[in-house]
């Protein structure tokens, strides 16, 4: 899906919109399905969904609910929303090819989630604008705020992110995910307890089967705000555990979850853990389904992660000479290389500074990690009051993630 046919359709989708019956008295969407069987098993599908379930059985259900009725666009878009890629961008193919026949509803919620899903999520934002016409146009239809919030969520507005959840609350029902959902951004406001207190609830309540990745990585990040870093790594170890079992893992490898372990290893002093890591993660990757182009990142992220730990333990010249060959796969890819420039200039700052240059001047201020390292370049280069702005830019930071947690306990006992 190029951006050229993303803005055509988010065009169409304004003129049609122009053009369409008033919405639903109810103020939800209606569906376009006469299949009273379809219509259940989308209900069954959502919640699944909401109770973190998915992987094969959650594939097959959303195929279940294709074969109730072909016709349905919503159908064959809940079945790429579940189906891992590449796989799924042809059930969204034709998913808009099916709208035609589907309600007004229906079709702006598809039209928007193309160009959500379009090009990786690089043009989340664009919408923003088709789902908040939406929402105001169906001001009961849970789905669209939900939607909303992970947006805003994913493109670091959480204010945004908060209201729209608590919308979704107020339109009911309830769910684990929303409350999860809702719990991070509880840690953002330094809530600790109370996000944590939610999310041991949810994972008490999770069905059999759960991989509940907003549970456990938000308990990861409570447990490192309070400097709990066994208590983290057990929660990822959990999820690990649960991604696997619940199938997930069929569709993408569970290298994710070990480098996060590798991470939180690394930055607390525990190399030898954090290197087993790394290379336990990769092994997942070269028997996935994953395309070559992929896998081939996965490697370039193994390496980095084993120039990091390598750094750290003092064995500076070894860490720059691994560090060359992610230099050099970023050189041989051309123009598709280039993207991952900044990952070499991440990793070759990481590593001078580990061995002792403070000529850092510069990071990627989207990313609190990357902040926390240039306020010690500074520190260490005697700018005391650059460090302070750059430990105040970590703090004052509202990207819930890894890298948050992992810089923000550092950054916040450094501000005099």
């Known amino acids: 899906m190029t951006r050229r046919l993303s803005l055509a359709l988010a065009a169409l989708s304004l003129a049609l919109a122009a053009h369409a019956s008033a919405a639903e008295p109810s103020g939800k969407f ?14 069954d599908l959502q919640a699944r969904i909401e109770s973190f379930q998915f992987g094969i059985d959650t594939v097959e259900s959303a195929k279940q609910l294709v074969a109730a009725d072909p016709e349905w666009a919503m159908g064959e878009y809940y079945l790429s929303a579940v189906t891992p890629a590449p796989e799924n961008q042809a059930h969204l193919d034709k998913a808009v090819k099916l709208y035609v026949h589907a309600t007004d509803g229906e079709r702006r919620f598809i039209e928007a989630m193309v160009i959500a899903r379009a090009n990786q999520g690089a043009n989340l934002q664009d919408a923003v604008p088709l789902l908040e016409k939406l929402a105001s146009d169906y001001p009961n239809e849970r789905l669209v705020p939900v939607i909303l919030g992970q947006i805003h969520q994913g493109t670091n507005e959480p204010a945004k992110a908060r209201a729209a959840f608590e919308r979704a609350l107020a339109i009911g029902p309830s769910s684990n995910r929303l409350r999860a959902f809702l719990a991070n951004d509880d840690l953002l406001a330094g809530s600790y307890d109370k996000a ?8 008490n309540a999770l069905p059999k089967g759960s991989a509940p990745f907003a549970v456990r990585y938000g308990m990861t990040f409570g447990y490192l705000y309070e400097g709990k870093v066994d208590a983290a790594i057990d929660s990822l170890k959990a999820y690990l555990a649960e991604y696997k079992d619940s199938g997930t893992a069929q569709g993408f490898p569970e290298v994710f979850i070990w480098n996060s372990i590798a991470r939180i290893n690394l930055e607390n002093g525990r190399l030898n853990a954090a290197m087993e890591a790394y290379e336990n993660g990769y092994k997942s990757v070269p028997g996935s389904s994953l395309p070559d182009d992929q896998k081939k990142v996965w490697l370039g992220r193994l390496i980095h992660g084993r ?4 750094a750290k333990m003092g064995r500076h010249d070894q860490a720059w000479a691994e560090a060359q060959k992610v230099k050099k796969m ?17 990793l070759a700052g990481y590593l001078k500074l580990e061995a002792g240059d403070y000529k850092l001047k510069q990071a990627n201020g989207q990313d609190p990690f990357h902040t926390l390292l240039l306020a010690r370049a500074c520190e ?3 700018l005391s009051e650059e460090a302070q702005k750059a430990y105040r830019a970590v703090v004052d930071s509202r990207q819930n993630g890894l890298e948050r947690a992992l810089a923000y306990s550092e950054a916040r006992r450094k501000l005099s």
């Open 330 to 346: 970023i050189d041989e890819g051309g123009e598709d290389g280039k993207q991952y420039v900044p990952a070499w200039h991440y």
């Open 380 to 382: 260490k280069a005697g």
């Open 307 to 310: 120039c990091r730990t390598l």
């Open 196 to 203: 944590l207190t939610t999310l041991q609830e949810i994972e």
């Open 30 to 43: 209606e569906w376009s399905t006469k299949s009273a069987e379809a219509k259940q098993r989308l209900a």
